[in-house]
């Protein structure tokens, strides 16, 4: 009877370890936003549910589960958590990630840990299901810009088209009918086809090309923070150009010069986006020389926006290249808190003199007032 004992546990035992908790298999899925469904932006936390198969045939006390998220920066979060598993049944685990910043996120290994049902062997298992996910950059709603403004003083000669936003008669497609439409833009042909009101949709009259440009070169930023304001002020930006409209384009000069072409569709401005999740402050050189690889993507009487921190001569450099491609140049200063006041005078001051123009913001919830929407 004790060699049938002590056989039984020893069979137990290597059974436990050479197929016991190695054969547990998961799957992890992710929360969605509602009102966007698949979307998530710098601040928000994500709610992470993993399901669990344990093995059937071997009975486990407990699971311990670790989990490892690791951002594109190298920084990393462990999640531990414990689960009874249910017999011939999944289990399921649900946990909570803090406030996350922008970036690209990645899950390693979920490490499963157990123990018999004596408490004497400690087995461990592993299993891969992938899982990625990416945090857009931190925004804010910008209501107007007077940049654009119809009556703004701030575009030059250069500026060869109408600043107006005024509808044209050329018809570019059918929307769905908003109360207090016109009788004479109700498409009809359109309403009798699907049942449902439809209005026309017509061209609006062009304004200028914009093409942002951040800098991203690390001698530019003395803290962190200022560098995250400038991505957060270009993903701003990019979100007021396609609510109004604008045809704008990207170029980000890092180690890797990148440039996306003037647009207003939503796959190119989406492009422009992901492009800032896990973009780094590491490029190094001269502007000039970057600028002009990429001078195709810069178009005649464009206006050039520069995000930057710089106030010297690299930045009149810069501005005045644009000058010379017949741009109309326009700097948004990322300041260090407490410097603003002093930084924006400064450059008011530089820039008029040489008849440019610029704001300094040292927080993005100042981003609106500067551009003359008001403050959030």
């Not at 500026?159 to 929307?175: F, L, W």
């Amino acid at each position: 009877m004790l060699f049938t004992m002590i056989s039984l546990l020893a069979l137990y035992w290597v059974a436990g370890g050479m197929g016991g908790i190695k054969r547990i298999r998961g799957s992890r899925s992710l929360s969605q936003n509602e009102d966007r469904p698949g979307l998530l932006k710098a601040g928000e936390q994500v709610q992470i549910r993993l399901q669990i198969q344990p093995p059937r045939f071997m009975p486990l006390p407990y699971i311990i589960v670790r989990e490892h998220l690791q951002r594109h920066n190298g920084d990393s979060w462990i999640f531990e958590d414990s689960l009874v598993p249910h017999f011939n049944k999944d289990s399921i685990l649900t946990y909570q990630t803090p406030p996350l910043e922008r970036g690209k996120y990645v899950f390693s290994g979920t490490e499963c840990h157990s123990e018999d049902i004596f408490g004497l062997m400690k087995h461990k298992g592993v299993f891969e299901t992938g899982g990625e996910f990416r945090i857009l950059p931190r925004t804010v709603f910008i209501p107007n810009w007077q940049l654009h403004s119809r009556n703004s003083r701030l575009a030059g000669p250069e500026t060869a088209v109408s600043m107006s936003r005024r509808e044209t008669t050329q018809i570019n497609g059918v929307r769905d009918y908003i109360y207090g439409d016109r009788i004479s833009r109700i498409h009809w042909n359109a309403t009798a086809k699907t049942g449902a009101w439809k209005s026309k949709e017509f061209e609006h009259e062009s304004l200028p090309k914009t093409i942002l440009v951040l800098d991203a070169h690390t001698l530019s930023y003395t803290q962190p923070s200022q560098f995250e304001l400038a991505v957060s002020t270009a993903a701003s930006l990019l979100e007021y150009g396609s609510r109004e409209r604008i045809s704008m384009g990207l170029c980000t000069l890092g180690k890797t010069v990148r440039a996306f072409a003037p647009a207003e569709g939503y796959l190119e401005r989406q492009q422009m986006l992901h492009h800032l999740v896990d973009i780094h402050a590491d490029g190094y050189g001269g502007y000039k020389e970057k600028l002009e690889g990429k001078r195709q993507y810069f178009p005649s009487g464009a206006f050039f926006i520069l995000i930057s921190p710089l106030t010297d001569d690299k930045m009149l450099g810069i501005m005045r290249w644009a000058k010379s491609r017949h741009m109309t140049p326009y700097q948004i200063h990322t300041g260090i808190p407490g410097q603003t006041v002093y930084r924006q005078g400064s450059l008011k001051t530089v820039l008029q003199e040489r008849g440019m123009k610029g704001v300094t913001v040292s927080s993005l919830s100042d981003l609106p007032a500067a551009l003359g929407g008001g403050r959030i």
